[in-house]
């Protein structure tokens, strides 16, 4: 497979999170690449070094989307955050039963990481399982994602990337 996942330290998918987070967190309702179901708002107020996939609220969804092939992708699996309590609180976690995430049926390195970030005056913790991936040479791409928490909550979510080259916004 000529494309491939992006492997990043802690440090580095922490501060991803924390930055997904704030991406997705200040998307106003009628616009949230989360909400959204078809891909519509896939590139609401993307980054310039990199390109952010949307996560859901559980269920099944399919989007279709342009993505531009020069940024590497970040996106959750399982992900959640708090507003952030005492100093020594632990980040919040969610069980997993079964994550898997494939790229043209292909599998995916997934890999937890926790972060700290601030919206508005509020400090957060997050917790997630991510994928990320180097970017995508100009093609035709399809990202499954699956998982489930053994408790009820589960995310079954396709992607279907058009990765292009110049601008995508």
């Known amino acids: ?3 491939g ?5 802690p440090r580095v998918g922490g501060a991803l999170a924390g930055r997904w987070w704030q991406w997705a967190l200040s998307a106003p309702d009628e616009m949230s690449p989360v909400r959204d179901e078809t891909g519509e708002h ?3 107020d993307q980054p310039d070094d990199l390109w952010f996939l949307a996560g859901t609220y559980g ?13 590497p992708v970040f996106f959750p699996v399982f992900n959640i955050q708090t507003v952030r309590g ?19 049926g292909s599998p995916l390195e997934l890999t937890q ?11 957060h913790h997050t917790w997630g399982l991510w994928g990320a991936l180097t970017p995508l040479t100009p093609g ?28 995508s916004r």
């Open 86 to 104: 005492a100093l020594d609180q632990a980040p919040p976690r969610m069980p997993i039963a079964r994550a898997e995430a494939w790229l043209n």
């Open 59 to 71: 269920g099944k969804v399919t989007r279709t989307c342009a993505i531009p092939s020069d940024r």
């Open 140 to 167: 035709e791409y399809v990202l499954e994602i699956r998982a489930d928490t053994g408790r009820g909550f589960w995310v079954d979510t396709t992607y279907h990337l058009t990765a292009t080259a110049g601008p």
């Open 5 to 9: 996942s992006w492997r990043l330290g």
């Open 113 to 123: 990481f926790s972060g700290q970030f601030t919206l508005g005056t509020e400090r």
């Open 1 to 3: 497979m000529p494309d």
């Open 42 to 44: 896939a590139a609401w």
